[in-house]
């Protein structure tokens, strides 16, 4: 299906333009895998900033480039309904603009633009807000009030998974969704130019298109422990390096293509709405079966 791997660690961190522990590996069916370093920079260095890397995904998207599948451990969606209730438009594409818009009105902060992001969203809503920061982790008012939940029907199946809208103290689900959506939306809004092409799955389609590039979100918890991590030192390359292997394996396998294939699930559903435009608002991780 692809002639290309690329998985990337994504972090919510700090601004666009510092330096966070993203971390990009890429690999073949031929070549196995390698670490992908941050152009022009140093040797060695491993941390990315996001503008560097949304710059560097432009290029790869580029329609004369070998296929490639993409994936980013961050949430490529929230759960039915928050469109409306959170940020007062229609659809998945218009959620992820929305989401894009508030977070590059916080340029001028020196830290924490995801953070700011979630704390404007809130302040936007009547009453408690959809996001969960520690001192009002327990407040369930939005959800019961708006009638939306709190995991989306993939985390709803997957240990440890944190919800979106959750803060805690250390790595945030909840950051790495929104940095990660303003990247999305930049992504989608260089494609709207014709200048790239790519289709992210499942939200533009269940099914992945044979001409493009496929983007799709990842958890690294979720694929097997490996016994060698290769070039890889820390955590952050780590998980990468886990899912690239994972899909280089499939692939080799033969078995990658079903992967894709998303069975209906009786849990976690919503009253009213089919499974596909379900799975195609929230998304799913891939490798969930």
């Not at 998207?61 to 969606?77: A, H, K, N, P, Y």
């Not at 294939?261 to 490798?287: C, H, M, N, T, Y």
């Amino acid at each position: 299906m692809f002639e290309r791997f690329i998985s990337i660690d994504w972090s919510g961190a700090a601004t666009e333009h510092e330096r966070v522990d993203i971390r990009v590996v890429q690999g073949t069916s031929e070549h196995g895998g390698q670490v992908v370093s941050p152009p022009h920079t140093r040797k060695g260095t491993k941390s990315w900033t996001r503008a560097e890397c949304r710059k560097w995904l432009a290029e790869v998207l580029e329609q004369d480039r070998s296929r490639c599948l993409i994936v980013m451990d961050f949430g490529f969606g929230f759960p039915w309904g928050a469109d409306r209730a959170a940020f007062r438009c229609q659809g998945w594409r218009e959620m992820i603009g929305a989401v894009a818009e508030v977070y590059g009105e916080q340029s001028y902060r020196e830290q924490r633009w995801a953070e700011f992001t979630a704390e404007e969203i809130n302040s936007r809503i009547a009453g408690p807000g959809p996001y969960r920061f520690g001192q009002d982790r327990a407040n369930f008012r939005f959800y019961l009030d708006y009638e939306i939940a709190y995991y989306r029907l993939v985390e709803v199946v997957v240990p440890q998974a944190m919800s979106q809208w959750y803060f805690p103290k250390g790595p945030r689900v909840a950051s790495s969704t929104i940095t990660g959506m303003a990247a999305l939306d930049c992504l989608m809004r260089i494609r709207e130019q014709e200048k790239i092409d790519f289709q992210v799955w499942p939200q533009e389609d269940l099914v992945p298109n044979a001409g493009k590039h496929i983007l799709v979100e990842s958890y690294p918890a979720i694929y097997p422990e490996l016994p060698d991590y290769g070039p890889c030192t820390d955590e952050n390359c780590q998980d990468a390096w886990r899912v690239l292997q994972w899909m280089l394996t499939k692939a080799d396998a033969g078995t990658l293509e079903s992967t894709f294939e998303i069975a209906p699930k009786p849990f976690g559903r919503v009253k009213g709405i089919s499974f596909e435009d379900q799975v195609r608002f929230e998304g799913w991780i891939l490798g969930v079966l």
